[in-house]
Nanobody, 125 residues
Framework: QVQLVESGGRLVQVGGSLRLSCVAS????????MGWLRQAPGKEREFVAA????????HYADSVKGRFTISRDILKNTVYLQMSDLTPEDTAVYYC??????????????????WGQGTQVTVSS
């Protein structure tokens, strides 16, 4: 099993930056791929970014590419999402999630097996 706890969500102005954190607990985190996904009001949950624990593979949704950076700290069992140049379209509940590791990175919501409770990010204009 994997337990995930997100934090860092808050109100931020357009163009601002924000760093989200996710503390993970599992017997073998290296067996999983970690991801950030989000759900905006009235929209379906969507993929944002993913990373493997070795840190040598990442993938981003086109909507955040070049603005968001996913990273991890193995010793702290923590994955981060550094968000920059935020826009109102980034407003959503952001979820940390984990998927069983296999060839490639999971980029679909249904591929993730474990979820955190989510943290609200609101970008005001």
């Amino acid at each position: 099993q994997v337990q995930l706890v997100e934090s860092g969500g808050r109100l931020v102005q357009v163009g601002g930056s924000l760093r989200l954190s996710c503390v993970a607990s599992a017997r073998t985190l290296g067996s999983y791929v970690m991801g950030w996904l989000r759900q905006a009001p009235g929209k379906e949950r969507e993929f944002v970014a993913a990373i493997n624990w070795s840190g040598d593979s990442t993938h981003y949704a086109d909507s955040v590419k070049g603005r968001f950076t996913i990273s991890r700290d193995i010793l702290k069992n923590t994955v981060y999402l550094q968000m920059s140049d935020l826009t109102p379209e980034d407003t959503a509940v952001y979820y940390c999630a984990a998927a069983l590791s296999y060839s490639g990175l999971p980029v679909f919501v249904k591929m993730y097996n474990y979820w955190g409770q989510g943290t609200q990010v609101t970008v005001s204009s």
